[in-house]
């Protein structure tokens, strides 16, 4: 089992950085995925990136604008975020599954409880 906890979250102005973090606490697994995902108001939950066991994945919508990292030794992430646009805005969620990484919502198994970033134009 495994708890997840996100920071970082906040508000910014289009153009500019902010970066989320994700822990765990409970049990350490080794080949587990960790992964972003985003819901704005209105929209159906989105992944936004995901690396640890196997390839490094983007939503096309963030490639060269995000960079996913996972602290190999723990169940941990941060996602620096640059360049942010208003549709960026959103609340932001961690979440966790032993096994390959995917950006499909229904593959994960363990969630936190978000963080919310507002990109304002």
């Known amino acids: 089992q495994l708890h997840l906890v996100e920071s970082g979250g906040g508000s910014v102005q289009a153009g500019g950085s902010l970066t989320v973090s994700c822990a765990a606490s409970?049990?350490?697994?080794?080949?587990?995925?960790i992964a972003w995902f985003r819901q704005a108001p209105g929209k159906e939950r989105e992944g936004v990136a995901a690396?640890?066991?196997?390839?490094?994945l983007y939503d096309d919508s963030v490639k060269g604008r995000f960079t996913i990292s996972h602290d190999t030794t723990k169940v941990a992430s941060t996602l620096q975020m640059t360049s942010l646009k208003p549709d960026d805005t959103a609340m932001y969620y961690c979440?966790?599954?032993?096994?390959?990484?995917?950006?499909?919502?229904?593959?994960?198994?363990?969630w936190g409880q978000g963080t919310q970033v507002t990109v304002s134009s």
């Open positions: 979440a966790a599954r032993l096994g390959r990484c995917s950006l499909a919502e229904v593959a994960f198994n363990f």
């Open positions: 690396s640890g066991f196997g390839p490094t």
């Open positions: 409970g049990n350490h697994y080794n080949n587990y995925c």
